[in-house]
């Protein structure tokens, strides 16, 4: 969407510096939907933010974003190295927000756009990847890369949307208080999606009662006549209901009947995918996933109902679900048939789990589970990453995890990450067990004790580097 620099150094509170040029010399305006904070991504007519990170500063790469083609950059300090207009502000990440912020208000303006917030301890990217796809059958919808989930990537995603869109999915993550009121404050909600309070991100908390009040700001940022979709499976999220200014509407994986969008039978099929029977005011029947886990009924029960809340066909959401796959990647992706060579230099051929994206206490549970549904008779491979911050109670919390473990009965354990050993505590002395430092320690210990047929789960905290053993091993096969 075209904006001129005048407005846009007017939204974000910045003075614009042409370096000698006249305006009559330069492009007047740019195409907001291209902004991006990595110059690596810059094309002709898109907008450079240089931000000053904690490795590296944006600002070193001004000259790569105007060769790649940037018209424009929003800048903490102006530089003479570079013909292209800077907008100087004082915080680069601060003014991002609020060109965000303005940008979408225009947008409400111009047409009849909803967005959609989507927050909880495990779930968000699921469900957004789902609603992406289930609300793009009504409307060009835009939703977030990844997770692009913060106070960077929620307003690159906000500026993605045009006078076309008509929804807009933001995940809403938080590893402090205050963090999705930000969110919300530069992105009124139309709809909020509460998935569940569970113990991820502790360490930034002082307790879990300040993590809880932390979520309930998605609540919080409804627009007046919003509507707040709630898990009432988990009594933390339903008790936010005295929270939504407007509407709720609740969904349960546990089928109860107060809730308006609901599931009853559920059975995990052979292939590990979850089916069940969905009831919502619009319809009932049969409803079988390709998602594997368990789950993955309350993230298909969530996006029901919020396709429900906006106006939409049940049906329609229906028919998408069923043929969704994982879309982000290292999140519940199952490869059969996977031929990978052992230290000993032959080759067996495993299925491979691999939800190595994040990981916390209630998404450990949710892949531990859907590894048991898949097991069959099978060898049990487990490679498990440190949870990263958690805090304090950190080996504790490992400790209560490693009883998980241990019930699930695996016949190899390979951790990864100091922090990860007390996973060790409960598991039977029978059980092969590795303790690793990093990743590439795991994955010379899993090529030496994998076997043909095994089923092979990979899950932990992106920073524990699980998922470059997953990458190493498709990259070999």
Not at 14 to 40: C, I, K, Q, Y
Not at 106 to 134: E, H, M, N, P, Q
Not at 313 to 341: C, F, K, N, Y
Request: proline share 3%.
């Amino acid at each position: 969407m075209f904006r001129s620099l005048e407005w846009i150094a007017a939204v974000t509170e910045g003075e614009t510096h042409l370096l000698g040029h006249t305006a009559d010399d330069l492009p007047n305006g740019v195409d907001v939907s291209l902004a991006t904070t990595d110059s690596r991504e810059c094309v002709a007519g898109s907008l450079y933010f240089a931000r000053v990170g904690e490795t590296s500063d944006g600002h070193s790469y001004l000259r790569q974003a105007a060769d790649a083609g940037a018209v424009a950059a929003v800048v903490e300090r102006a530089s003479d190295s570079v013909s292209i207009p800077q907008v100087v502000v004082r915080d680069s990440t601060v003014a991002l927000g609020r060109l965000a912020k303005a940008h979408l208000a225009d947008l409400r303006g111009r047409g009849s756009i909803r967005v959609v917030g989507i927050t909880g301890s495990a779930g968000k990217t699921t469900v957004k990847d789902l609603l992406a796809r289930v609300l793009g059958r009504s409307g060009p919808t835009v939703a977030p890369i990844l997770s692009f989930n913060n106070e960077v990537g929620c307003p690159l995603t906000i500026l993605k949307g045009d006078e076309d869109t008509r929804f807009m999915v933001l995940e809403m993550g938080a590893s402090g208080p205050g963090h999705i009121r930000y969110l919300t404050e530069i992105a009124p909600l139309d709809t909020a999606i509460e998935l569940m309070v569970g113990r991820a991100h502790l360490g930034g908390y002082d307790s879990l009662e300040s993590l809880i009040a932390t979520k309930r700001e998605l609540v919080e940022g409804l627009v007046p006549d919003g509507v707040g979709i709630l898990n009432a499976d988990d009594p933390t999220v339903a008790g936010m209901a005295q929270a939504c200014p407007g509407e709720v509407c609740f969904f349960s994986a546990a089928g109860l009947e107060d809730a308006q969008v609901r599931a009853t039978l559920v059975q995990v099929e052979a292939d590990g995918a979850p089916s069940f029977v969905l009831e919502t005011p619009d319809f009932r029947g049969r409803v079988k996933l390709r998602l594997v886990g368990r789950h993955q009924v309350s993230n298909a029960l969530a996006t029901v109902a919020c396709n429900y809340v906006l106006g939409r066909s049940t049906i329609t959401a229906v028919r998408e679900l069923e043929v969704a796959g994982a879309v982000s990647p290292h999140r519940m992706d199952m490869t059969e048939g996977l031929r990978v060579a052992t230290t000993d230099g032959k080759d067996v051929v495993v299925t491979m789990i691999d939800d190595a994206y994040n990981a916390n206490p209630d998404s450990m549970a949710a892949s531990f589970g859907a590894a048991t549904s898949l097991r069959n008779g099978r060898r049990l491979v487990m490679v498990l990453g440190e949870m990263l911050e958690l805090g304090e109670h950190s080996a504790e919390i490992h400790r209560e995890v490693g009883k998980a473990v241990a019930a699930a009965n695996p016949d190899v354990l390979i951790t990864v990450g100091v922090g990860a050993s007390p996973l060790h505590e409960s598991v039977d002395a029978g059980v092969s067990k590795f303790e690793t430092e990093d990743s590439q320690g795991a994955l010379g210990a899993l090529r030496g004790a994998m076997r043909d047929g095994d089923l092979v789960l990979l899950k932990g905290s992106y920073g524990s580097g699980v998922w470059e053993i997953a990458n190493a091993l498709r990259a070999t096969a």
